[in-house]
């Protein structure tokens, strides 16, 4: 298949393109390197050793977009550019719904156009809200708490409409859980451009020197150590994911599809410390500050519908995640 990746220089776009290059897929790459740098490129290059075609462009150009799938012969897109900072979203709601549903809503239209109605689009667990049950299901209410959450279920309202009044479209809805770790070669991983938002970007710097200490928001949760709990995912096994559902779209006759992609385990911060501790042979210090607002308890994912329906399951372990993450920063130090 021809494939186009939407954000495909970012974390998550670029593990999915080396995956799929690797069983022989055609990728093209389109973004704005607004969160990832053009040196990606390069690595996913000789990862894969195919060629991988990569167009510099903002998803909300319906024209070049349009010119994109035109030129390539795209017969499907994995739409992950977006921005994805929950406090920054509280600062900035325009440029969420601007990136996040005006972008999304700019590539469908470029999408109806060219004739290209196969998609696979980056939900997040947060349109979950706060939990009612564990683990959570596809089923579960949806309640989002911050402009980023809402920006994430306003685009997926809107493919469900659109997966309702015309039938040609095949639409996976994925929502990851929490997505870390690296690819095993430690060429690519995941580096966010500021001051990560994220556990274990943050923990990985500070292992490395480059940042002093970790806070952790909370330890008086509901949780065995008072510490927030969450349902890790290898990158990789997301990445594989991604693949799955393109598969099951090909094979499908229902417009409309919902996975959650999680492992269905929790693991408390200080347990991913502990693991980061083992995989990298280095102290983490943290002290704990006063719980985020907005953060909950515990999350972790009902995951048998994906493993049911596309045959796919995280096969990788929290060790796995963390010695992957730590390879990748390390190589970082070493550049
Ligand atoms: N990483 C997570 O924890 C997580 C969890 C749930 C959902 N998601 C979603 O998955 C998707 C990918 O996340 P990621 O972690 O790889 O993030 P990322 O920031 O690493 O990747 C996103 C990529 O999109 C690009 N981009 C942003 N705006 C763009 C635009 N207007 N036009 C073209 N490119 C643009 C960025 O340069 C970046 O390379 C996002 O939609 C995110 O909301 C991520």
Redesign the pocket.
């Known amino acids: 298949m021809n494939i186009l990746l ?2 495909g ?5 670029s593990h999915t393109a080396v995956v799929l290059a690797q069983a022989g897929h055609q990728i093209v790459l ?7 740098d053009i040196s990606v490129l390069a690595r996913v290059k000789a990862l894969t050793r195919s060629h991988i075609a990569f167009v510099h ?4 150009n319906q024209e070049l977009v349009h010119k994109v799938l035109m030129d390539h012969h795209i017969d499907a897109v994995i739409h ?5 900072a929950v406090g920054e979203s509280v600062e900035q709601p325009l440029r969420y719904y601007d ?2 549903v005006g ?1 999304t809503l700019s590539l469908l239209k470029a999408m109806r156009h060219a004739r290209v109605f196969t998609l696979v689009f ?5 349109v979950y809200g706060n939990p009612q049950y564990l683990p959570i299901d596809e089923d579960h209410p949806t309640r989002c708490t911050n402009p980023y959450g809402r920006s ?1 279920l306003h685009v997926e309202e809107m493919l469900a409409d659109l997966a309702a009044a015309d039938p040609h479209w095949r639409i996976a809805l994925l929502r ?1 859980f ?2 870390i770790g690296a690819h095993d070669s430690g060429l690519i991983g ?1 580096d966010p451009n500021d001051i990560p938002n ?1 556990l274990v970007p943050y923990i990985a710097r500070v292992a490395a020197g480059k940042l002093e200490c970790l806070r952790v928001f909370g330890n008086d949760y509901p949780t065995p150590d008072g510490t927030g709990v969450r349902d890790y995912i290898h990158v990789v096994d997301l990445a594989e994911g991604h693949m799955a559902a393109l598969q099951a779209l090909a094979r499908t006759n229902q417009s409309l599809h919902v996975y959650n992609l999680g492992t269905g385990q929790g693991y408390s911060v200080l347990e991913v410390v502990r693991a980061f501790e083992q995989a990298s042979g280095k102290t983490i210090p943290y002290h704990i500050a006063p719980r985020r607002a907005g953060d909950i308890a515990t999350c972790y994912a009902q995951a048998a519908r994906a493993e049911a329906a596309l045959g796919w399951k995280a096969q990788r372990t929290l060790q796995d995640m963390c010695a992957s993450a730590w390879k990748f920063q390390a190589s970082l130090v070493l550049e």
Do not use: C, Q
């Open positions: 939407t954000g220089t970012g974390y998550i776009g389109l973004d704005n390197l607004s969160n990832s462009g903002d998803v909300r992950f550019a977006g921005v994805k990136i996040n972008g980056s939900s997040s667990s947060t994430k990851y929490n997505p995941e994220n």
